[in-house]
Structure formats: C-alpha cells, structure tokens
T-cell receptor
Framework: AQSVTQPDIHITVSEGASLELRCNYSYGATPYLFWYVQSPGQGLQLLLKYFSGDTLVQGIKGFEAEFKRSQSSFNLRKPSVHWSDAAEYFC?????????????FGGGTRVLVKP | KAGVTQTPRYLIKTRGQQVTLSCSPISGHRSVSWYQQTPGQGLQFLFEYFSETQRNKGNFPGRFSGRQFSNSRSEMNVSTLELGDSALYLC????????????FGPGTRLTVT
C-alpha cells in the first residue's frame, strides 16, 4: 500500500524568503504525485502534478516540485513567498491501475508567513 | 467552467441521525471521489464512483455509503451518526476512469452533537 510522509507539521517563513516543503512517498511502482494547497475553510486546490517525464515540474502560483526517485521524494519549492501563500499544503500519491482514482495524502504542512 | 459544487456547506446533526451530502462534479467529469478530513486522521479516502459504479472503497464502516447518478452527480450518506463523524467531507471529480488528476469542491462541514 502507498503512503506519504510530510515531516514538517509547521513551517514559518518570512515574506520574500524561499520555501521548501518536504514530501516522501512509499509506492511499489512509478507514482503519480501531487501537491495541493488548502486555505482555511476551503477545499483543496491542485498546485502541480508529476506523472512522468521531466522530474522538475512547474505549477501554479510560482511553485515547482522535483521528483527524485532515488530518494522517494517530491519536494515543493517557491523562490519567494508571498503573504497569500500562508495555507496548508498536502502532498499526495495516486494509485496506479485498476484501483481507480484513489489519492493517499500526507499529513500536511501548515505554512505561516511573517511580514 | 464551473468547479465542483457541494451542498450543503455546513450541517449540524445529532448523534444517531443520518445525513446525505451532495456533490456535482465539473461538467464532463465522470469520476467522483469522496474524502473525509479530520484534525486527527487527516485526509482519508472514502470511495470513488465512475459511471454509477463504486470502483474503490476506503477503510470505513458500512454506515458510510454513496451513489452516483447518470449525470455524474454523487451523494454520500452516513447513517447512525457518531460524534467521530464530525469532519469536513470533500468531494473531488476527475475527467476519466484513471486520470488521477482530481479537482476538489469546497467541502461540507458536518458537526455531530
């Protein structure tokens, strides 16, 4: 069974500083990987996805993520954080095959942005 | 194109009652998945429907059930509510059977008292 670990529960970053959120996954085959963001009281918004090909993927809002198979990681980065980036971020892995569209999520990382 | 819509947005029920939540997927999307989000357990997969058939089910008791209609709209039902069922219930839609790229609605906040 697949699993996702986000080691950092909370991260505080100053506005304008860079941000990196860690994600490690466990899956027996090539994973489908996602990053979602959730603002308070809202649903999840898809930031970016990795299915195959180039291991550095670009997403919305200036985010990017890099897939590293050797480290089973899919870390999310943003060069310069804006106050509006304060939210909770979830990494997820998708099950491949006949099991359908099931996503397994990490526990999330809450990002606080200091002015 | 309109996003995923969920109704109602907020709901308060009493223990022992039952509740039905509704989800309308993005137009053209045929797969609907449901997730439960709680502070303690995080985001957990409930089930997924495609073409009116349940294709996958998470590890939840039989009190949790769902269905999908021919227009892809979906409902989930929770019977005999327990306090622990208090959660944000999220619906997500996908274009096809194995597209994996899921788009989420705003959720229904269920409070069981």
């Amino acid at each position: 069974a697949q699993s996702v670990t986000q080691p950092d529960i909370h991260i505080t970053v100053s506005e304008g500083a860079s941000l990196e959120l860690r994600c490690n996954y466990s899956y027996g085959a090539t994973p489908y990987l996602f990053w979602y963001v959730q603002s308070p009281g809202q649903g999840l918004q898809l930031l970016l996805k990795y299915f195959s090909g180039d291991t550095l993927v670009q997403g919305i809002k200036g985010f990017e993520a890099e897939f590293k198979r050797s480290q089973s990681s899919f870390n999310l980065r943003k060069p310069s954080v804006h106050w509006s980036d304060a939210a909770e971020y979830f990494c997820a892995v998708g099950a491949v095959g006949a099991a359908g569209n099931k996503l397994t999520f990490g526990g999330g990382t809450r990002v606080l942005v200091k002015p | 194109k309109a996003g995923v819509t969920q109704t109602p947005r907020y709901l308060i029920k009493t223990r022992g009652q039952q509740v039905t939540l509704s989800c309308s997927p993005i137009s053209g999307h045929r797969s609907v998945s449901w997730y439960q989000q709680t502070p303690g357990q995080g985001l957990q997969f409930l089930f997924e429907y495609f073409s009116e058939t349940q294709r996958n089910k998470g590890n939840f008791p039989g009190r949790f059930s769902g269905r999908q209609f021919s227009n892809s709209r979906s409902e989930m039902n929770v019977s005999t509510l327990e306090l622990g069922d208090s959660a944000l219930y999220l619906c997500a839609s996908s274009l096809a059977a194995a597209s994996y790229e899921q788009y989420f609605g705003p959720g229904t906040r269920l409070t069981v008292t």
